[in-house]
């Protein structure tokens, strides 16, 4: 019998019935790798966002509220967002979402060609200077053409790293502690 798994992959060769299994099995996970939501309803895998995990990796479409409702200290999609939806998550983290939240990363599809302005449009933010912007890329390993710094309501820091890629920016956004 397998115990203590705390680190667990569900790729997406899996069947929907074989991932619910698994999901269903191992309940005490730190880190949850998903290559898809398995469950028939979309909103069914926020069960998973709202669990608290130390990571969770997840390649299904998601949405603003999806985001929001992560509680894991750090979050990966790799399914493209809006530009306007992650505006609008960095707005409602600034107001206090995501409490537990120190690191995400994600890509925003960049057929529409982003801009810096729609990305930040009605958030305080100041740019990152090149030497500090250095550090927190060795810190975090992350790679950044452009890095901005925004607080929260609380005083708490974090930085935006962009970093342009063919068809799609990365964005990292990391909490600064």
């Known amino acids: ?14 069947t929907d019935i074989q991932s619910k ?10 880190k949850l790798t998903l290559y898809g939501n398995p469950f028939e ?3 069914e895998v926020r069960k998973l966002f709202i669990q608290n995990f130390g990571k969770i990796r997840f390649s299904g479409i998601y949405s603003l509220d999806d985001m929001l409702l992560v509680n894991s200290e750090k979050a ?3 399914h493209p967002i809006s530009p306007n939806q992650f505006n609008q998550f960095v707005k409602h983290w600034i107001r206090g979402s995501n409490p537990r939240l120190q690191r995400m990363s994600l890509s925003i599809d960049e057929t529409d ?6 990305l930040l449009k009605g958030i ?10 250095l550090e927190i890329c060795r810190k975090h390993k992350i790679v950044s053409d452009d890095m901005v710094e925004i607080r929260r309501k609380d005083g708490t820091p974090a930085v935006i790293a962009v970093n342009e890629r063919r068809h799609f920016l990365n964005v990292h956004f990391v909490v600064l502690y």
């Open 1 to 14: 019998m397998i115990k203590n798994v705390t680190c667990l992959t569900i790729s997406d060769e899996s």
């Open 21 to 30: 299994r698994i999901l269903n099995t191992f309940k005490n996970l730190n």
């Open 41 to 43: 309803e979309t909103c």
């Open 76 to 78: 990966k999609f790799t």
């Open 113 to 118: 060609s982003v801009s810096r302005d729609v």
């Open 124 to 133: 305080r933010c100041v740019d990152v200077a090149k030497k500090e912007q």
